[in-house]
């Protein structure tokens, strides 16, 4: 049974209104993706980088929190190598460590063909 920290992610109102789906989520691990739409296009027909910025995070909220400890994010670092070219971006987190309080976890941002797009690094605050 999924805990009530993960249905909370889950039910996220601002990643549901931008189409990011859950692809798999267990201890540590998540994996998110969203299908491309004009919506989520810049001034240069290519993804926002906000886009992808909250696309990881979701990711991240969800491989953080999966373990049942309420975990908030402290400090975020995404750099950014190329813009997506095609239609369906994807998020993978690994949390890193996880220690008492503070929990580390890195996610690759790719593109459909697996392109590295960008890699977002958090920081969380393991709330008791």
Known sequence: MEGELLKKVRA???ANFVGIKFVEVSEGYAVTELELHDNHLNGFDRPQGGVLFTLADVA?????????????GININITYFKAATGKII????????????????????TDEDGSLLAIFNGVGYRKK
């Open 12 to 14: 996220d109102k601002f």
């Open 60 to 72: 991240f909220a969800a491989a953080s929190n999966s373990g049942g400890i309420s975990t908030l």
């Open 90 to 109: 994807r998020a993978t987190a690994q949390e890193i460590s996880a220690q008492n309080r503070i929990c580390g976890c890195n996610v690759k941002i």
